[in-house]
């Protein structure tokens, strides 16, 4: 439109084309009046509209962004793209989570190649019956989760609030239970390398342990705030803050009852132990029978093969015997020295003395002597791999205790929808990772004998 305007302008003016540019700017410059009513107005108001036709697209913009949902954040279209992106991210996410294991994997894999006896004797240490308690709770934590993800997406508010309470509270008794293992190794001396001063003689410490305690302390601190919350709640009527801290107390309480648990297995494996440890000494009272009776059947063996012949095995009578002897003091008489040699070395290896060439070392009286393993370099190592393994595996347990609180706040305040379920779905993806990487690590700490 400007260029019309300027060219219906130059011919009006009789401006040509070919005209110099000095006697253009010469004639501007003397009309400036015919300039501004026959091309500045014009480009003016052309401006004018150019610049509304923006504010025309920000107030539609403005308004396709109430056109969004609450859930939908701004730079995503639908919910569709929101849930893929989220769930692509936690893929992401969750396979640094699986690289960071594996170090801690091969670095076990290291260590019990180079010494497997070390692994093996420290294990007798580790209660089996503990580990298996809480693979089993986080297996059922992982059906509990997954559930509750189908809650969410069926919008189903108050199942799903139970489910993630009762998820939670399998995480409590795994802790608890864990609370209980890491005590009762700390007070024997059970610790990693620089802290290890585990000594046999030491008898265990009765009663309650002050690292239990230390432990405990911060979920005792969480309950009774919790309860405190919930008092006052009811008494000023705030409904949202009950629903929340009911089933939040109940969580915590799980704790102390995966003490509980803890303690009941703990102790009964120290009495198997006692028993195992007695019966052992009766065993060893047997062995020394029982080595008492072999000592007799090898002399016995020793006065047979003096008193038969080497070669055929017949029964040498006591005045042959001592023919023989008489003989041998002869030099020339080569063959019955060699006879008689022989019936010697044959009483030797008939009572256990010596070890035929190529044979057990069982059938002898020579053992092999195990290895020292109670040192800070082996022993202390093992457990510092437990420490390290068990230990990251328990942070990552409080982390989805915390993400896990978050969602079931949201879900009393019933925030989740069948478009819009992702933060469980997340959640749900990290919580069965965790279990998987514990499933892993209870045949190769617990199992090993």
């Not at 401006?47 to 962004?65: C, K, N, Q, R, V």
């Not at 919008?155 to 995480?171: N, V």
């Not at 585990?198 to 008898?203: I, S």
Request: hydrophobic share 45%.
């Amino acid at each position: 439109m400007r260029c019309q305007y300027v060219r219906q302008w130059r011919f009006d003016a009789g401006i040509w084309p070919c005209a110099g540019d000095d006697f253009l700017y010469n004639f501007t410059f003397n009309h400036r009046s015919l300039l501004d009513s026959t091309v500045l107005g014009p480009l003016k108001n052309d401006m004018a509209t150019t610049e509304a036709l923006p504010e025309t697209h920000d107030s539609h913009g403005h308004d396709h962004d109430h056109d969004h949902p609450a859930f939908l954040a701004h730079h995503f279209d639908t919910p569709e793209q929101q849930f893929d992106s989220g769930k692509l991210g936690m893929w992401l996410f969750l396979v640094t989570e699986i690289l960071f294991f594996s170090g801690l994997f091969v670095a076990y894999a290291i260590f019990r190649s180079l010494r497997p006896e070390v692994f093996v004797g420290c294990s007798e240490f580790l209660n089996t019956k503990l580990g298996a308690i809480n693979t089993g709770v986080l297996l059922f934590s992982s059906f509990t989760m997954a559930w509750a993800v189908r809650c969410a997406q069926v919008e189903e508010h108050k199942r799903l609030t139970a489910l993630l309470a009762a998820t939670l509270s399998c995480a409590m008794v795994f802790l608890g239970v864990k609370a209980i293992e890491y005590s009762h190794k700390w007070e024997l001396g059970l610790l990693p390398p620089a802290l290890y001063f585990y000594n046999p003689a030491n008898p265990h410490h009765e009663g309650i342990s002050m690292y239990l305690v230390y432990l405990s302390i911060p979920f005792a601190i969480g309950l009774v705030g919790l309860i405190v919350w919930f008092l006052i709640s009811q008494v000023t009527g705030n409904a949202f803050a009950v629903a929340v801290s009911k089933p939040l107390i109940v969580v915590f309480a799980c704790f102390f009852v995966g003490v509980g648990l803890g303690t009941i297995l703990e102790s009964g494996e120290s009495h198997d132990s006692s028993h195992a440890a007695a019966h052992a000494e009766g065993d060893h009272h047997d062995s020394d029978h029982g080595a008492g009776d072999h000592s007799h059947d090898a002399e016995h063996a020793t006065d047979v093969a003096a008193t038969t012949h080497p070669v055929t095995g017949q029964p040498l009578g006591g005045a042959d015997s001592a023919i023989l002897q008489r003989l041998a003091k002869d030099e020339t008489n080569t063959g019955i020295r060699g006879d008689l040699v022989a019936r010697e070395r044959q009483g030797e290896v008939a009572s256990g003395g010596v070890v035929p060439r190529g044979s057990s070392s069982s059938l002898g009286m020579v053992e092999a002597i195990p290895r020292e393993v109670n040192t800070r370099s082996q022993a202390g190592v093992f457990f510092g791999i437990y420490y390290v393994m068990t230990g990251i595996h328990a942070i990552h347990i409080l982390a989805g205790i915390g993400v896990l609180i978050w969602l079931l706040v949201r879900s009393v305040r019933q925030d989740f929808n069948r478009q819009y379920f992702g933060p469980v779905d997340y959640v749900g993806l990290y919580w069965h990772i965790v279990d998987l990487i514990w499933i892993y690590l209870f045949p190769l700490l617990y199992l090993i004998r």
